[in-house]
């Protein structure tokens, strides 16, 4: 595979997505140093007028913008799977709709499957910020080699989403997007490694990730608990993990997503489990 390949990116826009962001997002996609020749945006049901006129705007300038309008809104799994699906390559970008990429993103993921044919997603660390994108209030970074990604996967998501650049036939295969609640990513991840694709990060920051008040908050609750004990139940199943992992995770993620008041959980994942990220490299 050369690094002058084609490649698709796909994305997918709702209607609580904001229209500045979303223009912001698609704009650092179309300005990078290896630019893709597809952009795929699944519109996942109705969305605003300004969101509308927006995406108008956008095909207008960009001839290699193509739409995929859902009659309503299928959740974001859904609507990654129909992008997914859809893309005329075989490696696929994923991006949000409010994250903004490094301009040189596209280049040095597709340097990285050039040089190892046996890749099948590559991704990389990201920085937080909140309102302007040089306001970096914190970092994700991420396990680089294979062996690493597969340890780590046992106990967190080793992937940051908005960051992959994956072949589309190896997601697929696995199964591709199923629903699971908050988790479909790392589910499709975790089955992605029980059939032996190989995994890569880059040790750099892809994408600048727009957080807010509310991130902690869809990090906690008894339902995004249950889906990640759910997972874990996968995952023990499956054979990844042991016994005592599968305790020591359920226990940990019980206590900080369910008896943990959000203010106190965000404080937690900023000071300690960020630290702990870039603390694991």
Known sequence: MRITDKFSVSMAVYIRDDEKHFRTAVESVVEQTMTPDEILIVVD?????????????????????????????????????IGLENCRNELVALMDSDDISMPDRFEKQLECFSLNQDLAVVGGSIEEFIDLPEHV???RSVPVSNGEIRKYAKYRCPMNQMTVMLKKSEALNAGGYIHWYCDEDYYLWIRMIERGCVFHNIPEALV????????????GGWEYFNSERRLQGYMYNAGMITLAEWIFNVTIR??????????????????????????TQ
């Open 45 to 81: 049901g109705p969305i605003t007028q300004q969101l509308d006129s927006s995406l108008a705007d956008l095909q207008n300038s960009c001839e290699t913008i193509r739409i995929i309008r859902l009659e309503k809104n299928m959740g974001h799994g859904k609507a990654r799977q």
């Open 137 to 139: 209030v914190g970092a």
């Open 208 to 219: 600048r990730v727009r957080v807010g008040n509310d991130m902690y908050q869809r990090r």
């Open 254 to 279: 019980f206590c900080i997503q369910v008896m943990i008041p959000n203010k106190v959980r965000g404080f937690l994942f900023q000071t300690f489990f960020r630290t702990r990220d870039r603390a």
